[in-house]
């Protein structure tokens, strides 16, 4: 079975600081992880993905993640936070049963961003 | 904009009732899947069609229920609607292949059971 957990529902910034949202994954095999974005009211966005490349993964708007296999961690950053940020993050881990793909979402973490 | 259009937007639906939700897939995309997002929760992995079948499924009862047509469009179906059905339900096309395959999201329909 895989998983993943995020180790903060809630992260307050200020703007213009760092963004660190961090992410455990637990698989049996090689995983494929995701980090996707979710602004009230709105569907899910594709932030990143790691299939297996290079370990740090460069995604839309600034955002980047590390995969470390040591750690068990796939932690999302960005160096500069904006008030377009805040929004709930999901930290997620695909399964590929037989031919199903399947993501298991992480419980998601709220970014809040203020002056 | 990911190309995957849901409707309707929103709804309202009274405890016992049927309802259907349909989804278009991303031009190109052969694999749809849905999922359940309860308020404050991450989703949930309803299930998969690919070639109008489903192919995979997660932990949800059989009254719901789905379509995949020719097109790749889909339907999902619940049947006797409890208050906990009430969530956002997202669908996801892509395309069958390899692993880490990137899968878009639609905006969702927002399921109000009272």
């Known amino acids: 079975a895989q998983s993943v957990t995020q180790l903060d529902s809630h992260v307050s910034v200020s703007e213009g600081t760092p963004v660190l949202l961090r992410c455990n994954y637990s698989s049996s095999y090689s995983p494929s992880l995701f980090w996707y974005v979710q602004h009230p009211n709105k569907g899910l966005q594709l932030l990143l993905k790691y299939t297996s490349a290079a370990t740090l993964v460069k995604g839309i708007n600034g955002f980047e993640a590390e995969f470390k296999k040591s750690e068990t961690s796939f932690h999302l950053t960005k160096p500069s936070a904006h008030m377009s940020d805040a929004a709930e993050y999901f930290c997620v881990v695909s399964a590929n049963t037989g031919t199903a793909s399947k993501l298991t979402f992480g419980t998601g973490t709220r970014l809040q961003v203020t002056l | 904009e990911t190309g995957v259009t849901q409707s309707p937007t929103h709804l309202i639906k009274t405890r016992g009732q049927q309802v259907t939700l349909r989804c278009s897939s991303q031009s190109g995309h052969n694999t749809v899947s849905w999922y359940q997002q309860a308020l404050g929760q991450g989703p949930q992995f309803i299930f998969q069609?690919?070639?109008?079948?489903?192919?995979g499924r997660g932990n949800f009862p059989p009254r719901f229920s789905g379509l995949q047509f020719p097109n790749y469009s889909s339907e999902l179906n619940v049947n006797a609607l409890e208050l906990d059905d009430s969530a956002l339900y997202l669908c996801?096309?892509?395309?069958?292949?390899?692993?880490?395959?990137?899968?878009?999201f639609g905006e969702g329909s927002w399921l109000t059971v009272v």
């Open positions: 069609y690919y070639r109008e079948e489903e192919n």
């Open positions: 996801a096309s892509s395309i069958q292949g390899a692993p880490g395959n990137t899968i878009y």
